[in-house]
């Protein structure tokens, strides 16, 4: 950690999340002097399922340790109703992880490799020419305001992130937060914990709810939404009440683990002038699952590279995870699509084919077809997808990835 702060930093990183920790250690390795500056003196009820997709870890910059995982899950039960499926390995995959953990230990790895860490402290300002050319930043240490003049900035602060309010770059669109309501739960009677859980229904409309086992008793349990303001506790209780009873009927609250998600893009560019966004703060999370931890890892780990090798940023990004985030992004598109449009049988059933197939353009085709049509639909590409060609698929994705470096 921080010794003495020093203002000729060469690199400003806002946010100690993992797209900021990522970063700073990105640029620290490069030998750039780096300063990372993170609000909380240490990291506690995380809002997070904590879930990782493992399909990108021969792409993520580092290896998860063993001692922040504690469950590992090979497939996601999907159910809507009385239509139930399962999707097996490949990016079904998870890992997960005490938050807590995981986000020291990258803290940790930045330390190590010459970041120095402000906790708590807080960005309170910033002077900045009309072409977002940097020239000093204002930072908040034990009531102390300090100066630092770094040739770049780069926000990881997050969904609300103070770098975008100050440089009036964010935009103010509609439904581009979700909410999500959930807990960190013991006592519970998990019917298979290598399984991460799915479920649409009337509990929540517009809305999934999800148990991501940490244990055969453990584990985070949540409903989510892409209405920001929606009864998300109401929807909890339905769920964990009426829908997954027999798992819950025993169960207590330990940790509560809610919060917002970035669901739109309402900072339109990832870089303006020296000024680089990253993680949540530039809505880099895939969807449905708002799976944020992985992609910000690597894209924090990107911003990086590029304020120390003068790259392009957005092209950094858009080589390694760019086709994904065009498949998020036409996911969510459907979804917000979809929403309130069909009944709420219809419905359930289109978002459980979206969040399991990851289909958007197969949406389209069954919007308009009847419930047992789009039953039926969803069943035989389970059982497509699930048998032996199809996986061979995935193991190519997976290999063609590997030698080309990109998603």
């Given at each position: ?38 609000k909380e003196e240490e990291f506690k009820d995380i809002s997070c399922a904590e879930g990782i997709g493992t399909y990108l870890s021969h792409l993520t910059p580092l290896q998860v340790p063993d ?181 819950a009927k025993s169960a207590e609250r330990v940790v509560e683990r809610s919060g917002k998600a970035p669901i739109k893009y309402t900072i339109p560019d990832l870089q303006y ?135």
């Amino acid at each position: 950690m921080i010794d003495e702060f020093d203002e000729d930093y060469d690199v400003l990183v806002v946010g100690g999340g993992p797209a900021g920790a990522s970063a700073a250690y990105s640029a620290a390795e490069a030998g750039v002097r780096t300063v990372l500056v993170e609000k909380e003196e240490e990291f506690k009820d995380i809002s997070c399922a904590e879930g990782i997709g493992t399909y990108l870890s021969h792409l993520t910059p580092l290896q998860v340790p063993d001692h922040v995982v504690e469950q590992d899950t090979d497939s996601m039960y999907f159910s809507a109703g009385d239509t139930e499926i399962v999707r097996e390995g490949g990016f079904y995959k998870t890992k997960v992880v005490d938050r807590s953990e995981f986000q020291e230990y990258l803290l940790d790895r930045a330390d190590a490799e010459g970041v120095d860490i402000i906790r708590p402290g807080k960005l309170t300002g910033l002077d900045f020419t009309e072409d977002y050319s940097v020239e000093e930043a204002v930072v908040e240490i034990g009531g102390e305001e300090l100066s630092v003049e770094p040739s770049y900035v780069i926000a990881a602060d997050g969904v609300d992130s103070t770098v975008g309010e100050i440089l009036g770059v964010k935009e103010e669109k509609e439904r581009s937060v979700g909410d999500v309501y959930s807990w960190e739960m013991k006592n519970m009677d998990i019917e298979d914990p290598s399984k991460a859980q799915i479920y649409f229904g009337d509990f929540a409309p517009g809305a999934y709810g999800y148990i991501f086992p940490k244990s055969e008793t453990e584990a985070n349990v949540g409903v989510g939404s892409s209405r920001e303001g929606e009864n998300m506790e109401e929807y909890f209780e339905q769920f964990t009440d009426e829908v997954i009873s027999s798992q819950a009927k025993s169960a207590e609250r330990v940790v509560e683990r809610s919060g917002k998600a970035p669901i739109k893009y309402t900072i339109p560019d990832l870089q303006y002038g020296d000024f680089l966004f990253a993680g949540d703060a530039a809505n880099q999370n895939f969807k449905p699952f708002v799976e944020g931890i992985v992609p910000g890892i690597i894209c924090g780990d990107q911003a990086g590279k590029a304020v120390t090798s003068k790259k392009d940023y957005e092209k950094l990004v858009d080589k390694k995870l760019g086709k994904l985030f065009d498949v998020s992004d036409d996911v969510l598109d459907k979804i917000l699509d979809i929403d309130g449009k069909y009944g709420d049988e219809r419905e359930d059933l289109l978002n459980m084919y979206l969040f399991a197939y990851l289909d958007p353009g197969g949406v389209g085709d069954l919007a308009d077809k009847e419930v047992e049509d789009i039953e039926e639909a969803i069943y035989e590409k389970n059982s497509r997808l699930n048998n032996f060609s199809e996986n061979f698929g995935y193991k190519l994705w997976r290999l063609k990835t590997l030698v080309t470096g990109r998603a």
